[in-house]
T-cell receptor
Framework: GAVVSQHPSRVICKSGTSVKIECRSL??????MFWYRQFPKQSLMLMAT?????????EQGVEKDKFLINHASLTLSTLTVTSAHPEDSSFYIC??????????FGPGTRLTVL | AQSVTQPDIHITVSEGASLELRCNYS??????LFWYVQSPGQGLQLLLKYFSGDTLVQGIKGFEAEFKRSQSSFNLRKPSVHWSDAAEYFCAVGAGSNYQLIWGAGTKLIIKP
């Protein structure tokens, strides 16, 4: 149980385009979902916290107009990187929190912006 | 300020030897503590967690961790490591109303044959 999927696992796009990443909790309802960014050989950096039906709460320094988060249901959250640039290239990871407070993580999405 | 410290950036252990990964935290209230493992090319997997009760917590893959409030520690242990245990290990504290995770920097475990 407690499986979280992410799609796509890998995406390459041109500079200036937008990319949408989906995060789904497959076998539980997640009131809260989190989006992280992980740089090579570093720990995870929390970007935003998303509660179903509410606007996401962004961490300091994260541009909410650039990283659009939608949490329309208890099993789906999406992250859209708008007008992507090479510096946005990174590994993006989502997690979903179940009722017991444990977070379960998706496998991540490798974004490469050319 | 809330923080998690993993003092060892990497640790090398011989296969079959015992393992202890250190984690210290700074948190005002009773912490929710977690250990996650990240293998190359794979997502983060929850190894174990401590919320309350017995301070010795058993997890998956033969791991255990002990919560010591007096030392603000939550060290991860395994009596005998296997080559497949080579990975990055992260300690985290759950904080706030949404139980956001405050992460340690991670410890990379290297297994010697």
């Amino acid at each position: 149980g407690a499986v979280v999927s992410q799609h796509p696992s890998r995406v390459i796009c041109k500079s200036g385009t937008s990319v949408k990443i989906e995060c789904r909790s497959l076998d539980f309802q997640a009131t809260t979902m989190f989006w992280y960014r992980q740089f090579p050989k570093q720990s995870l950096m929390l970007m935003a916290t998303s509660n179903e039906g509410s606007k996401a709460t962004y961490e300091q320094g994260v541009e909410k107009d650039k990283f659009l988060i939608n949490h329309a249901s208890l099993t789906l959250s999406t992250l859209t990187v708008t007008s992507a640039h090479p510096e946005d290239s990174s590994f993006y990871i989502c997690s979903a929190r179940e009722a017991t407070s444990s977070q379960y993580f998706g496998p991540g999405t490798r974004l490469t912006v050319l | 300020a809330q923080s998690v410290t993993q003092p060892d950036i990497h640790i090398t252990v011989s296969e079959g030897a015992s393992l202890e990964l250190r984690c210290n935290y700074s948190y005002g209230a009773t912490p929710y503590l977690f250990w996650y493992v990240q293998s190359p090319g794979q997502g983060l997997q929850l190894l174990l967690k401590y919320f309350s009760g017995d301070t010795l917590v058993q997890g998956i893959k033969g791991f255990e961790a002990e919560f010591k409030r007096s030392q603000s520690s939550f060290n991860l242990r395994k009596p005998s490591v296997h080559w497949s245990d080579a990975a990055e290990y992260f300690c985290a504290v759950g904080a706030g109303s949404n139980y956001q995770l405050i992460w340690g920097a991670g410890t990379k475990l290297i297994i010697k044959p």
